[in-house]
């Protein structure tokens, strides 16, 4: 068996983010909002045998995957020096800035 990495490899990060992605609500509104045909050429989606046509959901101002993965390391996968193990009250607690919710 080979060598554990320390920590989330990005290949799993690029993964997580595109099934996000395709799973989205945002994506499927989309595409019912396009009714689900391309809306630059009308070509409409199909799954007939023979006849098969997919429609993709294009960003108009563009993704930079790389971006984002940098930024999922930045702020979500940091090293465990920044890690702290609470309990759900003490987590609650520095959240709402010191005040109880009761």
Known sequence: MGKRLPGTPR??????L????L????????LKAAGRSCQ?????ASVAKGREQKIEVHHKNG??????IDLVYERLL?????????????HDK????GKDDN
């Open 11 to 16: 290949s799993k990060v690029r993964a997580a």
């Open 18 to 21: 595109r099934q996000l992605w």
């Open 23 to 30: 799973r989205s609500r945002e994506r499927q509104a989309a």
């Open 40 to 44: 630059r050429c009308g070509v409409k």
């Open 63 to 68: 993704v930079d995957w790389e971006q984002l």
């Open 78 to 90: 940091v090293s465990p020096d920044f890690l702290e193990a609470v309990c759900p009250c003490c």
């Open 94 to 97: 520095e959240h709402n800035g």
